[in-house]
């Protein structure tokens, strides 16, 4: 998203944009996924004065405004992404951290089916699935 777009984003909701909005957004877009903690790391190298309450207030607003949404890929913080992604589903190994993303429409006949049994509409954009990669199953293996 252009600059210009940013603030006039933000102008119509009556808020101006500052340097540190913007730099928060450009850490997330930069980072792919991050946790607001990896995001304050990243900010703090180009303005050491932005503290972590700020990363939070602002990952929140840019979530209200459509630019950033968040998923659970761990026990700890959420991880954000830029919205203007294609949705996805987060796969992330317990072994070794790795997070890889697959297409929705693998989970798509889950997703119809919980629709059409429960009436459960299922929110893909936030879906993780935890296991074991590929390459730590193999190494699994080896040992």
């Not at 987060?90 to 297409?103: F, K, N, P, T, Y």
């Amino acid at each position: 998203m252009s600059e210009s777009s940013l603030a006039e984003m933000l102008r119509s909701r009556g808020l101006r944009l500052t340097a540190q909005r913007q730099l928060i957004l450009q850490a997330v877009l930069d980072l792919g996924h991050a946790t607001p903690e990896q995001v304050h790391t990243a900010v703090r190298e180009v303005a050491a004065g932005v503290n972590i309450t700020t990363i939070y207030r602002t990952l929140e607003l840019l979530e209200r405004l459509g630019l950033v949404t968040h998923t659970h890929l761990s026990h700890g913080s959420p991880t954000y992404h830029a919205a203007g992604e294609h949705q996805h589903v987060h796969l992330v190994c317990r072994e070794c951290g790795a997070i890889d993303e697959i297409s929705p429409e693998m989970l798509r006949p889950l997703a119809d089916q919980l629709a059409g049994q429960r009436g459960f509409q299922v929110d893909i954009g936030h879906v993780a699935l935890f296991g074991v990669c590929g390459r730590c199953a193999q190494d699994g293996d080896n040992k």
